[in-house]
C-alpha cells in the first residue's frame, strides 16, 4: 500500500496512522498535494483533519506549523494551501528538468519520472505535452535517447513505447 492510498484510507475513516504515510508526512510533504481531489465525504471530521495531521509534523515542518497557527488554527483547505505555498516549485522544476536515468533500469527511470512529472503538474498544469516528452527523452541513457530521437516521438506514451520496445 502506497502512502497516497494509507492517506486516503485514513481521511476515508482508518482510525490507525499507518507507518508509511507517518514517514511520507515527515519525509516528503509533497504528496499531500494527493490529498486534495479526495472525496468531499469523510469520516474523519474536516475540523478534525488539520489537528490529527499537524500531530505528526517535526522538525521544520512543526515549526512551520506553529508559525502558521499563530493567526489561528486554519481551516483544511487553509493548511493544504499554505502547504502548497510552503513547496518550492523551483526547486520541483529543477529536479525534474534534470532528472536522468543513469543506472537504474528503463521502468525504474518511468516510475521516478512520472513520481516528479506528478509534482510538477501541481504548479505547472499549463506545460504543453512537448516538454515531458523532451525532458523523458533528455533523461535517458545515451544510448537509449539517440534510437528514440530519431523517431521523433511527439506524445509522452510514443517516447515511452519506444524505449519499451
Not at 512551520?64 to 518550492?88: C, H, M, N, S
Amino acid at each position: 500500500m502506497t502512502a497516497i492510498q494509507c492517506a486516503v484510507q485514513l481521511l476515508h475513516g482508518c482510525s490507525i496512522w499507518s507507518v508509511d504515510f507517518v514517514v511520507m508526512f515527515k519525509q516528503n510533504p509533497i504528496q499531500l498535494a494527493s490529498w486534495s481531489p479526495i472525496p468531499t465525504i469523510y469520516t474523519v471530521p474536516e475540523e478534525q483533519r488539520v489537528s490529527l495531521a499537524s500531530g505528526h509534523l517535526e522538525g521544520r515542518a512543526e515549526l512551520w506549523f506553529q508559525g502558521l497557527v499563530e493567526k489561528g488554527l486554519p481551516t483544511w483547505q487553509q493548511f493544504i494551501e499554505a502547504v502548497y505555498e510552503r513547496l518550492d516549485p523551483g526547486a520541483i522544476l529543477g529536479e525534474f528538468n534534470t532528472l536522468q536515468q543513469g543506472t537504474i533500469t528503463v521502468e525504474q527511470y518511468l516510475e521516478r519520472f512520472e513520481e516528479v512529472k506528478s509534482h510538477v503538474m501541481i504548479f505547472h498544469s499549463d506545460f504543453p505535452e512537448s516538454y515531458y516528452v523532451t525532458c523523458f527523452i533528455n533523461g535517458l541513457r545515451p544510448t537509449i535517447k539517440g534510437p528514440v530521437i530519431s523517431m521523433r516521438p511527439t506524445r509522452l506514451y510514443q517516447a515511452v513505447a519506444l524505449v519499451k520496445n
